[in-house]
């Protein structure tokens, strides 16, 4: 018995591809048989190239967004980094001396022994 399967979704082309094909053939129907496919190449490709830009500048606006957010500075210039120094010293001289809590086994209950009920089948 064969059984119907979906399509798979990644296939299917998204929202608005036949209305944006339909017009792109629309437009090159009005120019010449002769230079369609290099008039088609050409429009594909200034497509490609408005598309790469737009994805350029909507990742400066998100990063510019980002930068802007308190918290998500960049890294302290040097000479914080060296006044911070010997904080970092001392905390690892505290751990060091600090010996780590060594875990104890949990106890063990001893497990009782069994009841065995006294057979009265006579």
């Known amino acids: 018995m064969i059984m119907a399967t979906k399509q798979d979704v990644r296939a299917r082309a998204p929202r608005g591809t036949k209305t944006v094909a339909q017009a792109f053939f ?3 129907g009005d120019v010449a048989e002769g230079q369609q496919s290099v008039v088609a190449s050409a ?4 497509i490609r190239d408005a598309l790469k830009v737009r994805r350029e500048k909507t990742k400066k606006v998100a990063a510019r967004a980002r930068a802007k957010l308190p918290g998500k500075t960049k890294a302290a210039p040097a000479k914080r ?7 970092a010293k001392a905390k690892r001289a505290v751990a060091k ?4 809590k060594a875990k104890l086994p949990k106890a063990v209950k001893a497990k009782a022994p069994r009841k065995i009920a006294a057979a009265t089948a006579e």
């Not at 429009?43 to 200034?46: C, D």
């Not at 980094?81 to 904080?87: E, F, G, N, T, V």
């Not at 001396?97 to 780590?100: C, E, L, M, V, W």
């Open 81 to 87: 980094a060296k006044a911070a120094a010997p904080a």
């Open 26 to 28: 629309a437009a090159l």
């Open 43 to 46: 429009a594909l490709t200034a």
């Open 97 to 100: 001396k600090a010996p780590a």
